[in-house]
């Protein structure tokens, strides 16, 4: 619990005041094109557009002159308008769509200190309506709002999304002289917290120093507004096609309207040199009409050379293209863009969220006496009634149900997984049990383990933590009856050897113990050993088919990750990545110790990037881009976003993953690339 803290609140009107003097929180939105603009900007990127628009310009000359065909031209102009419309719909309409996903983000809710008629109350309030000098308060799983730094309290953040470590980072109250620097961007700082963190634990306060543009995170968003795009393979290979067409077209034209002028002059026996007035002006006036003839010819060689319907096929075809996949709830920003993916040669994807479902599942108990279980129902009543007080009575998070739905709010990753475990039948049954918790420690990285003192069914401290820390200190262990039983070395070495066996499956174990004596020093002597979970961010069954066709279609595959290199190795092989031995899971430490020349001759064998930094992920696009590879990217961060500004297609979760989830709802289902 938060300690007693005088919050200088601020008022309605020093709120404004504020705002007028700082700004407010709401990111600057990118500039929002009109339908005109966009529609002047598809005609000046398409050469042949160009080609076909200084032709419907001359035959429409010619045809005035009554030696050109008004149809020609009527065909040409349709073709130049629906090719040009199509296209820019489709792209202002997805990106109006995109817009509408954006503004969800403005939508997150605060708790902040206001004070209002004389008292200090907490109001839930837009994010975007957060002003510099206000007091908000952080409970678990609630996102920072903006930049600043705690007052009060203690609590732990995920900052993934800002500098790409999946560790989390321990934030405390700053003493009364601790002097805010908003220039100096320290995420190791412990007083300081930033916008698009994540509280995975605790309850503290924070007083916000920079909003909006100013903070960190609105830096980030600024910086990607500089559009550096490389042409998609698409306009590329059209452009090609484009000069090719006008060169053949212009050549063509010239040499067939020099060869009529040649025939004219010289085969004509009327114009022969040296005829009976050669030089009279009937003969100078058939020169010059058929120079005219000559011309025309020339130019409407040139028309017929060009495709006119194809710029119009090309937009038809990805439009409908943009369409059939906003069914299927995924959204393209830019029309090429499905053209641009289908023509992937190497994807560099992240892994939670991605290849992984994003959320931790517990997938395997180990009862003490080496017996697997795989969901809760199957174990035995007497040590599954024990498990549920364990998990139950020892968390920060609170699982209710409603209508027959579990849901499961605060406390971190690891206990909202172990109560999704139990599910909604055992929450029901620990209710039943009217137990009261006597005294409680928590968990912190020097101790490895938290405890509860229980009072009423089970008259004992409960402790989960580390197994490794756990195990150590006990003596005797539960059986399947609920009989206790002394730990022998053979027992335990059957557990260590399971504990090793989940560790390579990049499972994190977690055991749970029971203890007769009081939280104190004496707290972990004599326990009896309940059993311990294997938990792990598990593989989404559609990702490893994903990656099956990936690779028939010739597309390589490289999962790139914060997490450690035998988890990665671990993860890849499940999902099929790594299949042989000739395939490279490297580190960062890896790919800084090598040149560019190196790393572009190991690059087809790369499967797994661990450890991954930021620059790691942009310098794999850049080498790739440099081998001349079309470069798809995911991300799910801020933290990823200067890789995906350089790559050629960007795949994203909207609202989904640690940059954009919305605290306490759920996962919006539209992606966009």
């Avoid at 419309?85 to 996903?101: A, D, H, I, R």
């Avoid at 002289?177 to 100096?184: F, G, T």
Wanted: hydrophobic fraction near 40%; charge should be negative.
């Amino acid at each position: 619990m938060l300690k007693n803290h005088e919050i200088n609140a601020l008022t309605e009107q020093e709120a404004e005041e504020s705002r007028k003097k700082y700004g407010s929180n709401m990111l600057t939105p990118p500039e929002q094109t009109s339908f005109w603009r966009e529609l002047w900007e598809t005609f000046r990127g398409d050469a042949l557009i160009r080609i076909l628009t200084v032709a419907l310009i001359i035959t429409v000359v010619f045809a005035i002159a009554g030696v050109g065909d008004w149809l020609e031209a009527v065909g040409i102009a349709i073709a130049v308008i629906l090719a040009t419309t199509v296209s820019t719909y489709s792209e202002y309409s997805n990106n109006q769509l995109f817009q509408k996903l954006q503004d969800e983000y403005s939508k997150i809710l605060c708790k902040v200190f206001r004070k209002r008629n004389g008292m200090v109350q907490i109001t839930d309030m837009k994010i975007d309506d957060i002003v510099t000098g206000d007091f908000v308060l952080l409970q678990a799983g609630d996102k920072v709002c903006a930049d600043g730094f705690l007052i009060d309290g203690d609590i732990k953040v995920n900052q993934a999304s800002l500098n790409g470590e999946s560790e989390e980072a321990k934030k405390t109250a700053a003493n009364s002289d601790y002097v805010y620097d908003a220039d100096k961007i320290d995420f190791l700082d412990p007083y300081k917290v930033y916008r698009g963190s994540v509280v995975t634990s605790g309850e503290a306060i924070m007083q916000v120093k920079c909003v909006g543009d100013q903070s960190q995170f609105g830096r980030l968003a600024q910086e990607l507004k500089e559009d550096d795009e490389r042409e998609s393979p698409l306009k590329v290979k059209l452009g090609k096609v484009a000069d090719a067409i006008s060169k053949f077209g212009y050549i063509g034209g010239t040499l067939i309207a020099i060869a009529f002028m040649v025939n004219c002059i010289f085969f004509n026996p009327t114009l022969l040199p040296g005829a009976p007035a050669y030089f009279s002006v009937e003969n100078i006036m058939q020169i010059l009409r058929d120079l005219v003839s000559s011309i025309t010819l020339a130019v409407v060689i040139i028309v017929v050379a060009v495709p006119e319907g194809l710029p119009m096929m090309i937009a038809l075809v990805s439009g409908l293209n943009m369409k059939k996949l906003l069914k299927d709830n995924i959204l393209i920003r830019k029309i090429d863009g499905a053209e641009t993916a289908g023509s992937l040669n190497i994807l560099f994807s992240d892994k939670t969220g991605t290849i992984t479902k994003g959320a931790l599942q517990v997938v395997d108990f180990i009862s003490p006496e080496g017996k697997d279980y795989q969901s809760f129902a199957s174990i035995p009543d007497p040590l599954r009634e024990m498990l549920l007080i364990n998990i139950c009575g020892n968390t920060n998070a609170i699982a209710l149900v409603n209508n027959g739905t579990l849901q499961v709010t605060g406390g971190n990753a690891t206990e909202r997984a172990l109560h999704e475990f139990v599910g909604v039948d055992g929450t029901l049954t620990y209710e039943t049990y009217k137990m009261e918790c006597e005294d409680t420690l928590m968990f912190n990285s020097a101790n490895k383990y938290s405890a509860s003192v229980m009072k009423g069914r089970l008259n004992r401290a409960i402790i989960k933590g580390a197994p490794e820390k756990l195990l150590a200190y006990c003596t005797a262990y539960y059986g399947e009856d609920l009989q206790v039983h002394p730990l022998t070395d053979e027992v335990r070495a059957v557990l260590e050897k399971r504990m090793a066996a989940l560790s390579e499956k990049a499972m994190r174990v977690l055991a749970f113990a029971t203890s007769d004596n009081r939280i104190g020093e004496h707290l972990l002597q004599d326990m009896t050993f309940v059993g311990m979970v294997g938990i792990r961010d598990e593989l989404r069954p559609e990702a490893v088919q994903a990656i099956q066709t990936a690779k028939r279609a010739g597309i390589q595959v490289v999962m790139v990750t914060g997490d450690k290199k035998e988890t990665a190795a671990a993860i890849a092989r499940d999902a099929k990545l790594i299949e042989s031995t000739d395939d490279l899971a490297l580190t960062s430490e890896d790919l800084a110790s090598m040149s560019d020349e190196e790393l572009k001759k190991v690059l087809p064998r790369l499967r797994v990037v661990a450890r991954a930094l930021p620059t790691d992920k942009s310098r794999l696009v850049r080498v790739s881009q440099e081998l001349n590879l079309v470069v798809g990217m995911t991300g799910d961060g801020v933290n990823d976003a200067p890789a995906l500004k350089k790559a050629d297609v960007r795949f994203c979760d909207g609202f989904r993953h640690r940059g954009f989830q919305r605290s306490g709802s759920d996962h919006h289902p539209r992606r966009q690339f």
